[in-house]
Each structure stands twice: as structure tokens, then as C-alpha cells.
């Protein structure tokens, strides 16, 4: 969380190993829709953002992760990786204003990826279930 980047050789190799699981195991063209609607739909997302408040609330080494977990999960677990990622950011965010109250700002990022990959941990294991 300190450097605040995901590196793309990190990504890359996840999203491939997603790949290969889905084409053994026969469902290429599901894990294909996934990663396709993770990755494009965050990257939406992260550029309407950009375009409202001019300036980047996201990098695409989320965009980049969340396509990878599509790859895993395929399309129908996105919401919910999400769903997750989010609730267990906010809920990160709001812990540790409160410990650092006084050191700190109103506003205040926070690495996003984290919690993304507890979302998609989770969402893959549901699934595996």
C-alpha cells in the first residue's frame, strides 16, 4: 500500500493464469466477457471521473486487476467483487480516519487494489464453493 502501484507484471500474469484456467476447464469465452467487463467497465468509470472532477481518482492498475479477476470469476461475479472491494474500502477508510483524526484531512485516498483483491478472493472462493 505504501507505493500505491500494482505492478504490471502482477496483473498481467493474473490475468493470464485466468486464462488458462478458463480454457482448461471450458468456460474461455465466460472468463474472456469477464475480464473485458472488469476491466472496461472500471476503466469507464475511472475516465468519466476524470472527465467530471479533472484529475484521476483511479490508476489503471485497478482497472488492470479487475479485468484479471474477471478472467478468474467471469462476468457475473464483477458486481459482486465490487460490491465487496467497496464496502470493505469504505468501511478501511472510515477505521483509520478515526485513528488519525487529528494528523490528517477530510479527504484522504486510499489504495483501492487491496480491496479489490479481497473482493475477488472472496467472490472466486464463493464460486468455488
Do not use: H
Not at 472468463?31 to 484521476?56: D, N, S
Not at 474477471?70 to 478515526?98: C, D, K, N, Q, R
Amino acid at each position: 500500500m505504501e507505493t500505491r502501484r500494482l505492478p504490471n507484471p502482477l496483473t498481467g500474469l493474473l490475468f493470464i493464469a485466468g486464462m488458462l484456467q478458463a480454457y482448461m476447464y471450458g468456460y474461455f469465452e465466460a472468463a474472456l466477457y469477464g475480464a473485458l467487463i472488469g476491466g472496461v467497465g472500471l476503466w469507464l468509470v475511472a475516465y468519466v471521473y476524470q472527465l467530471v472532477r479533472k484529475r484521476r481518482g483511479m490508476g489503471m492498475g485497478d482497472v488492470k486487476l479487475l479485468g484479471a479477476m474477471g478472467a478468474w470469476t467471469g462476468p457475473f461475479a464483477i458486481p459482486y467483487i465490487l460490491l465487496i472491494a467497496s464496502v470493505t474500502g469504505i468501511v478501511f477508510a472510515y477505521l483509520y480516519s478515526l485513528r488519525d483524526a487529528e494528523k490528517r484531512g477530510a479527504l484522504q485516498a486510499y489504495p483501492f487494489g487491496p480491496f479489490l483483491a479481497l473482493g475477488g478472493w472472496i467472490a472466486f472462493l464463493i464460486l468455488a464453493a
